[in-house]
Structures are given as C-alpha cells and as structure tokens.
C-alpha cells in the first residue's frame, strides 16, 4: 500500500489523470498471478529463426518443350512474312517449321508460297506430299483444306507433261535444267512443265551427251543419251626418208617406220634412228583423240677416219704423189743431161 502510494505521488507530479495509477497495479498483480507454462513463449532472436521457405527455382524447358516453341515462333514468322507477300521468307519459315514439326498446315503454306514463286513442279511434289501424309483428316477445317490441295494439284497438272529418259551408260548422273535427277537408269518418267528443257548425262571416262526437248502438257516423250566414250590415246602416224629406220617412245620401241597406231596422250620423247644416219630426237605432244602425223628426215653419218682402209688415207696418196712427181723430175734430168737429184732427208725409204 505504502508502494502504491509512493508511485502516486510520483505520477501526479507528472500530471496523469487520477485513477490510472490503481489501474495499472491491478493489471500487474494480475499478470504476476498466471502459470508460467501459460504465459507467452519469449521470442527468438531473428538470426535463430528458421529461414523462410525460398520458392523453386525455373526448371529448363524440355526437348520437346523448345522444339514446340521453336517450330511455333518459325510458323508464326511465316505467316508474317506471307501477309506481307514476302513469299521466298515466308517458304523458309514454313520449311523450318515442319522440318522442327511436321503440321499439315505448315506444309499447306509451303505449297502456296512455292506456288506464288512460280515454282509449280515443287508445289506439285509438295502437295503430293501433304495428300499422302495427311490421308486421313478429321476435322471439317482439316477436310476443307485437303480439298483445296487437291485441286491445286489438279490445276498443275494440267499444264505438264512427262519424259521417259534412257542413258547408254548405266549409272551417270541425269539432269534437267541443271537439276539432279539421279544415276541412270531412272526408274520413274520425269514430270515436267510444257516448255523446253534440257536433259544433261555425265559419266567418269565420258563425254557429256546432252538433249534438249519440248515438252507438251498431258503428253510423254522418250529422251535418250549417248555419252561418248572419253579417248585416252591419239592416233599416230610416223614415216621417214630412210625406210626401216626404227622408232623408239620413252625408251621403249615403238617399231620400225613407217608405223601407224594409237599412242596414249600427253608429251613424250621420240628417238629415231637407222645405220648409217644420225639418230634424231624430238619431243612430242599428243592431244587425245586428235591424229599426229611427223616424217622425220635423217641425215647421213659423217665417216669416221678410224675405218679407213690404208689405201684410203689421205696422206698415202699424197706421198705417193711426191714419188711419182721426184721420178719424173729425174727422168726429165737425166734426159737432158742435168745432175741427178739426191734424196730427200725425209724421204721413207722405199724399195
């Protein structure tokens, strides 16, 4: 009591209202009365609290997730691209689309910009495809759609015509207008617009045989191409003034002359040469599949002096000649009454 009166004076000197003071002592007493098990559970230190929750974090998309995003965000350009008329975009986007996914629609709008292209053979062969691909539609949208494809189909067909291609060699390359074919022999007739086209065969060891041909709609025409047989040799024609000289290429001997035969191309050195003569030799280039023709002219060997027989050198006769020339001079001496002449120091001594 003698506390609560204490704490009253206290409070009046600081000017609270009368009564507040009583009140407050009862609300202590009251709160010193409940259970300790019953009072509330001191509070823990934030650093002791448990760590909120975090929320998990994004998982990646899946394979099929971003192929389905990608084939959508490739269809939605072309259709973008289609709008606009820009028609080569809006086949590549549609392309890419199916090629990620493969949708009826996105083949349905491939065909229609190959058509704006003025592509009719492609738009042909990829509304077959749709036709074959999706046989069986369900929906009325899908039924409606595949109608249209169908007199497309019909429409282009109306302005082509086909060519049975036949080749001479068995697996050259075919073309048309440039285009790859295949190996021969081609198995189906190639389908065409009307116009002219060129038909092209290429075959290892072959020269190319190409045709042109006009093509009518509704019609089919027989194409056939010979590639010629690529030539490796040249013909070759070889004759000289001395018949019987023989002929010699590369080291090997090519027979004796005047010869004739095929010579494989390219540059090599000939030798010709026959007894008596000076042996010629000549580099030669052979053009495959052109004709070589030479005459080689030999000349005659000089004689070597080794060989000659005694009475044929030049110095025998030419002391010979000096004999005779000393007998006469002696002769016209004694029969004029002069001296005889006396030997010459240098003279041989001849019997």
Do not use: C
């Not at 998982?59 to 389905?68: G, I, K, L, N, S």
């Not at 493969?102 to 058509?115: I, S, T, V």
């Not at 009518?216 to 001395?242: D, K």
């Not at 009475?311 to 007998?327: D, L, P, R």
Request: proline fraction near 7%; charged fraction near 20%.
């Amino acid at each position: 009591m003698r506390e609560t009166n204490s704490m009253h004076r206290r409070t009046q000197g600081r000017g609270l209202r009368p009564g507040f003071v009583p009140a407050l002592a009862a609300a202590l007493a009251a709160l010193a009365a409940i259970p300790a098990e019953a009072q509330p559970a001191e509070v823990q230190p934030a650093e002791a609290q448990p760590a909120e929750a975090q929320p998990a974090a994004a998982q990646p998309p899946t394979a099929q997730e971003d192929t389905v995003t990608r084939a959508r965000s490739h269809f939605t350009a072309g259709r973008a691209a289609m709008e606009a008329e820009r028609w080569e975009e809006a086949l590549t986007e549609f392309r890419a689309a199916n090629d990620l996914l493969p949708a009826a629609r996105a083949l349905y709008n491939a065909g229609l910009a190959l058509r704006k292209l003025g592509r009719d053979m492609e738009a042909l062969r990829t509304f077959r495809t749709y036709l074959t691909t999706y046989a069986a539609p369900t929906s009325e949208r899908d039924i409606a759609e595949r109608g249209e494809v169908e007199n497309l189909v019909e429409e282009i067909r109306d302005a082509v015509g086909s060519v049975r291609v036949n080749v001479a060699v068995s697996g050259a390359t075919v073309f048309v207008d440039g285009r790859l074919l295949g190996p021969s022999p081609l198995s189906e007739p190639v389908e065409l617009l009307r116009g002219q086209h060129t038909f092209r065969a290429e075959a290892e060891g072959h020269r190319p045989a190409e045709e042109t041909v006009q093509v009518q709609p509704g019609q089919e025409m027989t194409v056939t191409l010979v590639p010629a047989l690529l030539r490796t040799t040249a013909a070759v024609e070889l004759s000289s003034n001395v018949p019987g000289a023989v002929a010699m290429l590369d080291g090997e001997i090519l027979g004796q002359l005047p010869f004739s035969g095929e010579v494989p191309a390219g540059i090599h050195q000939l030798v010709v040469s026959a007894s008596g003569y000076e042996t010629a030799q000549m580099p030669i280039s052979l053009e495959a599949g052109q004709p070589f023709r030479r005459s080689i002219e030999l000349v005659a060997a000089a004689e070597p002096v080794g060989e000659d027989e005694w009475y044929e050198k030049w110095w025998v006769w030419t002391i010979a000649g000096v004999v005779v020339g000393g007998a006469a001079v002696g002769i016209i001496a004694g029969t004029t009454g002069g001296e005889t002449m006396p030997d010459s120091t240098w003279m041989p001594d001849l019997p």
